[in-house]
């Protein structure tokens, strides 16, 4: 089983739909919980970090359920710009190395 | 600032040839990270460094070696290399504060062909 695992998608949606992709991690001691986004050729890039508590940046929202292993990312109101790669991200072992371990990708195109 | 760079953005290699990945950044990070990314695989990283004069293997560290002289380069060397190591290297370093977790900062990456 992989550490974490997402549907790869792609997910085609048009402009000002709402669309959510999931992900679930293996390791039920991970702490630290990111939403990295993927332009086709470019690096990753932080998209949000995700909290117990659930957090919000605009029209993204990110979940957190630690009993099911289990993170989530809203996006409402797509936009064109939104298309892009979404990678979850969950930390990996020791602490003291920063170490992170990243999804195989969640893929979004937005339609006009 | 710059951020974090690498160098070179494309290259093509024989099977067997030797070539060396540098990565710098100026952003006084201490954690350094080589990852390779493939269709369908992820990131998955090779090698990374907690600090000058340190590295230690990641994932996939096979084929690779690595060196950390100074604090704001990552150099990635592939000795002999093999049609396996065509892929897409990215390198990434964060700033450590304890025991929390930080953004990792990635450069542009460079494609890798071995014939």
């Known amino acids: 089983r992989k550490e974490v695992e997402q549907d790869p998608g792609p997910f085609n949606v048009p402009e000002g739909a709402t669309v959510a992709f999931n992900c679930t991690y293996s390791n039920s001691a991970s702490q630290s919980f990111f939403w990295y986004r993927q332009d086709c050729r470019k690096e990753p890039k932080l998209l949000m970090s995700v909290y117990s508590s659930g957090n919000e940046d605009g029209r993204f929202t990110a979940q957190l359920n630690r009993a099911s292993q289990y993170i989530s990312l809203l996006i409402r109101d797509s936009k064109l710009s939104d298309s892009a790669t979404y990678l979850c991200v969950v930390n990996g072992e020791p602490s003291n190395t920063g170490k992170l371990i990243f999804g195989q990708g969640t893929t979004l195109q937005v339609k006009p | 600032n710059a951020g974090v760079t690498q160098t070179p953005k494309f290259r093509v290699l024989k099977t067997g040839q030797s070539m060396t990945l540098l990565c710098a950044q100026d952003m006084n990070h201490e954690y350094m990270y080589w990852y390779r990314q493939d269709p369908g695989m992820g990131l998955r990283l090779i090698h990374y460094?907690?600090?000058?004069?340190?590295?230690a293997k990641g994932e996939v560290p096979d084929g690779y070696n690595v060196s950390r002289l100074k604090k704001q380069n990552f150099l990635l060397g592939l000795e002999s290399a093999a049609p396996s190591q065509t892929s897409v290297y990215f390198c990434a370093s964060s700033y450590q504060s304890g025991v929390a977790y930080n953004e990792q900062f990635f450069g542009p990456g460079t494609r890798l062909t071995v014939l």
């Open positions: 460094s907690v600090g000058e004069g340190t590295t």
